[in-house]
């Protein structure tokens, strides 16, 4: 008989499977990203399908196998992020996060850290902190797990690492004011919206402190970022158009 496992996890969504099975993805912080198989079962319906709700954190009781499908048994330590399953928006962000996650890392390899990011960030937007801010951040902090590392840190030209920046397809990151002239493609980036995503490249959500954006600045943050997404990593996510659209929808009912 296999051996049950302890693990902490977050559900990053679950699927029906056929009439009453459901798989179930879950971010472990031991074992990094595993797909479970539930059964359907009454017994265990009332205590498990609570906790494999989409952002439910718990400690899971599994059998975890190395090759095809693991299974859990059981669940204790259930903790729910209530204002993410009832916010149409903040859901939506969540949503998101949870599926870019589920993108960028493979499967059953452990990522400690960027276990930690994604608990912090459902704890922000839980709290009501701004939802651009923390998908923002974790959107840059995935870039590495898509293989894609801009160099946010100093000039490509030059390694200066203070004064004025812009981002570079060609310098695959940012150049300083003084090189602006070696890429004349470059991106034309509102010098504090480029500030600020130098700031999140090393920022840890854990530290965040109140951030303050004006909503020209945050645009062109979310700029930069789909560039690159479109650019080098190749990924459109149904859960980020959605996002858009949610604020599309909201801007129109403002105008009636
Ligand atoms: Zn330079």
């Known amino acids: 008989m296999a051996q049950l496992e302890e693990v902490e ?115 922000l937007l839980n709290e009501e902190y701004d939802p651009e801010v923390v998908m923002n951040i974790i959107e ?24 004025i920046f812009d981002f570079s397809d060609k310098y695959h990151g940012i150049i300083c004011s003084e090189h602006f002239y070696e890429d004349l493609r470059r991106l034309h980036m509102n010098p504090k919206a480029m500030h600020l995503v130098r700031l999140y490249s090393v920022l840890k959500l854990d530290k965040i402190g109140d951030i303050s954006i004006k909503p020209e600045t945050q645009q062109e943050i979310k700029r930069l970022i789909e560039h690159i997404y479109e650019q080098s990593v190749g990924l459109k996510l149904k859960s980020k158009k959605f996002i858009n659209n949610l604020h599309e929808w909201e801007d129109t009912l403002k105008k009636d």
């Open 140 to 163: 840059i902090k995935f870039l590495r797990n898509f293989g894609v590392a801009p160099n946010f840190v100093a000039c490509g030209v030059c390694g200066k690492s203070e004064g």
């Open 9 to 123: 996890g977050i559900v990053l969504y679950h699927r029906r499977h056929r009439e009453r099975d459901f798989l179930v993805k879950i971010f472990t912080k031991r074992f990094g990203k595993v797909m479970f198989f539930v059964r359907g079962s009454k017994k265990q319906q009332n205590e498990l399908m609570q906790a494999i709700q989409p952002f439910s954190r718990a400690t899971f009781i599994a059998d975890i196998r190395e090759g095809g499908l693991s299974f859990l048994r059981g669940s204790k330590d259930l903790e729910t992020y209530r204002e993410l399953q009832i916010d149409i928006f903040k859901n939506a962000y969540a949503t998101y996060i949870c599926a870019l996650a589920d993108a960028a890392l493979e499967d059953k390899v452990t990522h400690i850290d960027m276990y930690y990011q994604v608990e912090h960030s459902l704890n």
